[in-house]
């Protein structure tokens, strides 16, 4: 029992030293549920939702413009409450950046939830002149807002329907949350009472 929480200890210890972790999401299958990503240092699971409030799961449509969800109509992008959760369980995160792809002739939004929580929308302004070819990507930038925990899920709340609604994720920018500054301490204590175990042992 105690190894284990020595071993989750010093990960998290280390994990809190991570530098800032980008996931750029591009093409790939389409007949996934969930994938796991790693960059530098840390590792989330990335989910799909065909309804996320509903807690029920669909699959991952991959593109070279991001990430949506392969259900309703219309089924390249996340609309109309589908998601896409970002799980970093169990190490604490804050979320730097976002990049979202779908600029199109109508407003687009999207419900930020963390850890279950919501948190914000995301708004990306209609543009008349944008056509279906013509796309671009949209960049909020969130280091100043102090978003952290460990699942951040981006739910698609505009009307699910044909003609170029919705969006897709292209990227996320996060940082691992350091720990306290008396952790350091408590882990060495740890590491202090197995080695005095281990000599009583011996």
């Not at 030293?17 to 960059?39: C, H, I, R």
């Amino acid at each position: 029992m105690k190894k284990t929480v020595l071993a989750a200890a010093a990960v998290v210890l280390l994990a809190g030293g991570a530098s800032a972790a980008t996931f750029t999401l591009g093409s790939g299958s389409d007949d996934l549920n969930s994938v796991t990503l790693t960059s530098e240092g840390s590792t989330a699971v990335v989910t799909a939702y065909s309804d996320y409030n509903a807690g029920t799961t669909g699959l991952i449509n991959r593109h070279n413009n991001g990430w949506g969800v392969s259900y309703g109509a219309e089924e390249h992008f996340a609309a109309g409450g589908e998601a896409l959760a970002f799980d970093f369980s169990p190490i604490t995160h804050r979320l730097l950046q976002a990049v979202i792809f779908e600029k199109g002739p109508e407003d687009e939004t999207v419900d930020l939830y963390i850890d279950g929580v919501y948190a914000e929308t995301f708004t990306i302004p209609s543009d008349a002149t944008d056509g279906p070819v013509d796309r671009s990507f949209e960049t909020f930038s969130l280091s100043a807002s102090g978003l952290r925990g460990e699942v951040f899920a981006f739910v698609a709340t505009s009307p699910d329907s044909e003609g170029w609604r919705g969006i897709r994720m292209r990227e996320i920018s996060v940082a691992a949350v350091p720990l306290p500054a008396g952790a350091g301490l408590l882990l060495t204590g740890f590491g202090l009472m197995a080695l005095r175990k281990r000599r009583k042992k011996a």
